[in-house]
């Protein structure tokens, strides 16, 4: 089995993917410096782990036109890796927060006032909690639309927007890979932003509705390997959004699994496929 | 045996500690163990290290 890995630096998680890797097949270490497009590599399956969301969009669909099978498929990248477009997957099959969305900044302010304050701005894109705004009033609604135009990216014009949810201090990570659920982590943070990559703290969590829940949420994509964030809301569980391309240092050191030796599973049944 | 412990040892960009990573590979992300800053090995003969880029719009899961 020939199993190429891209990466954009080695972080932990690659660095263990590639170990796991070497004993399944021959890897391929394919950092974005080095592939140029068409493609001589002759690969099995290629495992996409560069950082940057777009970077790995785009590979994904490179090595796709090329015949070769990736963790994770473009269409999976696509609509998993947009908050809003996650979202329409989402919300027929899961409890998700309450949503609008819209394409110009009076929608927007619609789409507010329909919800109600206290709300959460969403960037459609990006992740680590970045350029999340929590919107109390009004006046803190005009300041972040304003902030929003001025950053020049028309993807900042589409205006997703959450109710906010009261957290009890913690929000949960899932991990489904290939339908299968492999582990779940309590992240807890003072700050109502949760993510470990902002500091936030981790414990096991062991929950049969959660695992439930994330295998449905990773139904409503029906392939892949995703991280999935789930928030405690006052009436039951919610799914806040998924993530295609997953991060699992801190999942892995507190669960003691071996969550990269699945990702590598997964990727050989995808090239058996 | 002297010579290997002084080519053992890199520069941390930021706080300029004399560190050592042990054995790394191009494009590996170390941590400083002195300033904790994340580092990258962008070049392995010799060792050179920098600081981990700006974070980008779209970095992230």
Redesign the interface.
């Known amino acids: 089995m020939r199993i190429g890995i891209t990466?954009?630096?080695?972080?932990?998680e690659e660095?263990e993917i590639k170990e796991r890797a070497g004993d399944f097949g021959e890897v391929f270490?394919l950092?974005e410096d080095d592939m140029v497009f068409p493609s001589n590599l002759d690969l099995d399956v290629v495992i996409i782990r560069n950082?940057?969301?777009?970077k790995a969009l785009y590979l994904a669909r490179l090595f796709e036109s090329e015949g070769i099978p990736v963790v994770n498929p473009f269409t999976v990248m696509l609509e998993a890796g947009d908050k809003l477009l996650a979202t329409l997957r989402l919300k027929d099959r899961v409890p998700v927060p309450d949503w609008r969305a819209g394409v110009s900044e009076k929608a927007s302010e619609k789409a507010v006032e329909e919800l109600g304050y206290p709300v959460v701005l969403k960037p459609v894109?990006?992740?680590?909690g970045?350029l999340l705004a929590k919107v109390n009033d009004r006046d803190a609604l005009e300041a972040v639309l304003e902030h929003r135009k001025w950053l020049r990216?028309p993807l900042y014009g589409i205006h997703y927007v959450q109710k906010f949810v009261e957290k009890p201090g913690r929000d949960i990570r899932s991990y489904v890979i290939g339908g299968e659920f492999v582990t779940a982590i309590y992240r807890y943070s003072e700050h109502w932003i949760t993510n470990t990559?902002r500091g936030g703290k981790a414990e096991p969590c062991y929950d049969e509705e959660v695992r439930e829940l994330s295998l449905r949420a990773w139904e409503a994509f029906g392939e892949g390997a995703l991280?999935i964030d789930i928030f405690e809301g006052s009436e039951g569980l919610l799914v806040n959004e998924v993530?295609?391309?997953?991060?699992f240092k801190n999942a892995a050191r507190v669960t003691g699994v071996d969550i990269a030796k699945k990702l590598v599973e997964y990727a050989l049944e995808v090239a058996k496929a | 045996m002297e010579k290997a412990e002084v080519v053992d040892m890199v520069e941390c960009p930021v706080c300029g500690s004399e560190i050592d990573i042990g054995d790394v590979e191009l494009h590996q992300v170390v941590e400083c163990p002195v300033c904790g800053a994340e580092l990258e090995v962008v070049s392995l003969n010799p060792i050179v290290l920098e600081e981990l880029p700006e974070v980008e719009e779209d970095w992230g899961e």
């Open positions: 990466y954009t630096i080695l972080r932990r660095l270490m950092h950082v940057g969301h777009f894109f990006g992740s680590w970045r990216n990559a991280a993530n295609p391309n997953m991060e």
